[in-house]
């Protein structure tokens, strides 16, 4: 059974930083890209960043690129995102989901919320 | 690309048919998933290359369309699918979603 783990969220203050986590188990992790998506507070989803099943690729969203990095552990079968230059419209649940190359995310996380806030 | 979901709320009853329209603003080659959410719980997938249900997926949903419109249809309503429905491009990256559909009674 695919399972994916999220961890790492909390309050943090405008400014700050943030690593997540995913542990990935049930699967082949270094066969699978990997994606981070959020959810804002009765918002709709936003596909965050992705990485390559490899971690030899990695993208991001506008809204996050300069700010966030996502890296892929092949070794540990753990997902990251470090989250820096928080701001408050980053406040949200951030998913990690398993992604099929051009068919979608087939397994999600239960998600972790991040609150950014003074 | 962007992706536009219409409607963005709909009422319906046990039993209708329900059809939910995704727009996407360029080609995007049929890689196009649809997702469904229930209050505090992850995303699951429905449908995938737009008209391939997932398996497990009970076959009152449905996908189709070729671009730019695609469909997701729900054939005979049921209590848990009231839900809210998302559609996904997966053709190229970021892998935009729409604004979602929310299914109420």
């Known amino acids: 059974e695919v399972q994916l783990l999220e961890s790492g969220g909390g309050l943090v203050q405008p400014g700050g930083s943030l690593r997540l986590s995913c542990e990935a188990s049930g699967f082949t992790f270094s066969s699978y890209a990997m994606t981070w998506v959020r959810q804002a507070p009765g918002k709709g989803l936003e596909w965050v960043s992705g990485v390559t099943h490899t971690a030899g690729s990695t993208y991001y969203a506008d809204s996050v690129k300069g700010r966030f990095t996502i890296s892929k552990d092949n070794s540990k079968s753990t997902l990251y995102l470090q989250m820096s230059s928080l701001r408050a419209e980053d406040t949200a649940i951030y998913y990690c989901?398993?992604?099929?190359?051009?068919?979608?995310?087939?397994?999600w996380g239960q998600g972790t919320l991040v609150t950014v806030s003074s | 690309i962007q992706l536009t979901q219409s409607p963005s709320s709909l009422s319906a009853s046990v039993g209708d048919r329900v059809t939910i329209t995704c727009r996407a603003s360029q080609g995007i080659n049929n890689y196009l998933a649809w997702y469904q959410q229930k209050p505090g719980k992850a995303p699951q997938l429905l449908i995938y290359a737009a008209s391939t249900l997932q398996s497990g997926v009970p076959s009152r949903f449905s996908g189709s369309g070729s671009g730019p419109d695609f469909t997701l249809t729900i054939s005979s309503l049921q209590p848990e699918d009231f839900a809210t429905y998302y559609c996904q491009q997966l053709n190229s990256y970021p892998l935009t979603f729409g604004g979602g559909t929310m299914v109420e009674i």
């Open positions: 989901a398993k992604y099929r190359y051009n068919y979608g995310h087939d397994s």
